[in-house]
Structure formats: C-alpha cells, structure tokens
C-alpha cells in the first residue's frame, strides 16, 4: 500500500520541486494550482479521520477507500496542471556539454578600488573610458550598470576616502553596520596571545580591561580605526575561546 501510495504522489512533488525552474508567471500559475491541491487533500484526510497525520503515519492508515480518494486527488492535480512538469529539470546545457554559463556575476570592489576608480573618472572625464579600464570583462548590459554604480561611488565619496584613510579597511568590500566590530587578523592576535601568556607568567593578572586595551594598542599599530575595532566584550570572550585561554 505504501509503495503505490508513493507512486500517487510522485507527481504531486515533482510538480512542487519543478516550480523553482519556471519562469515568474508559470511559477505563480503553479503555485495557485498547487495550494489548490494540498486543500483538496487536507479534505481527503478529513474526509478519512486522518487530519493530524502526515508521512509514514498517514499511509499506515490508507485503506482501499483511502486509496481511490487519493488516486481521485491525483487526477485532479493533473487536471489543474500543477503536475505539468514541461520547463523542469537542470540548467540547458552549452555546446560541447557542461552547464550554462553563468552571466552578469556579481563582484564586489574593494574601497580602495572604488577610490581609484573616481580618481580616474576625475582626470579623464570619460565614464566609458573609466569603466573599460578597471572592468574589461564585463558585458556591455553590465557595464552600462556599473556606470550607474560609479556615480554612487561619487556621491559616497567621503565615506570611501575616509576607509582608505585606515590599512584594514582599504581592502574591505564594504564597511560594517554600527555597533558591529572588526576581528583582528591571525597574526595580530598571536602578538596579543604572546603577551598575555607572558604577563601570566609573570604572576601578573590580566584583567579584561587590560586584555581590551592592549588589543587596541595592537591594532592602533596596524592602522585600525577604533572606531571599527573597539575589543568589545563579545570579542574577549570569542578571542579567549578561540585560543583555549583563561584569565
């Protein structure tokens, strides 16, 4: 029973998990039909007493009855169409096989990027230009849209200087929302990992205060705004759990 129970259903959820491969308009039109369907089978389950169970649960409970309202459910799915599976299945494939290329794929620029890139702009005057030298491979469709990106630039320019004024910022993609704080590079926390290994040695407590203000000194020393690092207490207690440290 179990096994044709499945075999109802496998046009059910082909026709579910083949959507996501239509277009907008027939993805709708399959959804509509498929909401539909579940309600003519949330009536079937009423229909049986069977509301409430779901899975193996449901088919250890189908009966013969059962059984011809399902296949009744069935046919009415297919008469929606929502077991219509014409659009489904994996990408098209190119010449000479493997999958489609991808087109357009979005990347992300660094600031100190975007800041040679207005620069450039600036002294020739020439947008097409600009754009040709710091993104050749782009599509023409692609590089219209990065015109209109280059502009935004322009007007955060301030913001953009301001990132390439501090070394661990120049090379981010873009800058994190207030209150969220910067992560010291390994290296930088090895030197804070030496030192308080070395002042425990010593017998000198550290305390979290100490342990804050030292990893500001250190990334003060690697040109890291304060304003974007600040040794957070939620940093301590990561930094001391990465290094298997206690104080």
């Known amino acids: ?27 709708k039109d399959i959804m509509l039909k498929w909401a539909m369907a579940k309600r003519r089978f949330a009536d079937v389950k009423q229909s049986l ?6 899975g193996q649960q449901l088919t250890e409970h189908v009966n013969y009855e059962a059984l011809q309202l399902f296949k009744g459910y069935v046919e009415d799915v297919k008469r929606l169409g929502a077991a219509e599976n014409k659009g489904m299945g ?7 096989g493997g999958r489609k290329e991808r087109k357009n794929v979005r990347t992300s620029t660094t600031f100190e990027t975007r800041l040679a890139v207005i620069k450039h702009f600036e002294e020739s005057g020439d947008m097409a230009a600009t754009v040709e030298r710091f993104f050749p491979a782009l599509s023409v469709q692609a590089k219209r849209s990065k015109k209109r990106v280059v502009y935004g630039w322009i007007k955060d320019r301030e913001k953009i200087e301001s990132a390439c004024d501090s070394v661990g910022t120049a090379k981010s993609h873009r800058l994190r929302k207030s209150g969220v704080g910067l992560t010291l590079s390994n290296d930088a ?15 000198v407590p550290v305390t979290g205060t100490m342990l804050s203000e030292h990893a500001l000194d250190v990334a003060k020393e690697l040109g890291i705004d304060s304003a974007l690092f600040t040794a957070s207490v939620t940093w301590r207690k990561s930094f001391l759990k990465r290094h298997k440290l206690t104080m």
């Open 1 to 27: 029973m179990y096994a044709e129970y499945q075999k109802l259903m496998k046009p059910i959820r082909f026709s579910y998990i083949g959507s996501g491969y239509q277009t907008e308009e027939k993805t």
């Open 49 to 54: 007493g069977l509301t409430g169970l779901s």
């Open 90 to 96: 994996r990408q098209p494939l190119k010449e000479g």
């Open 189 to 203: 926390e090895k030197c804070i990992v030496v030192w308080l290994r070395s002042m425990q040695k010593l017998g």
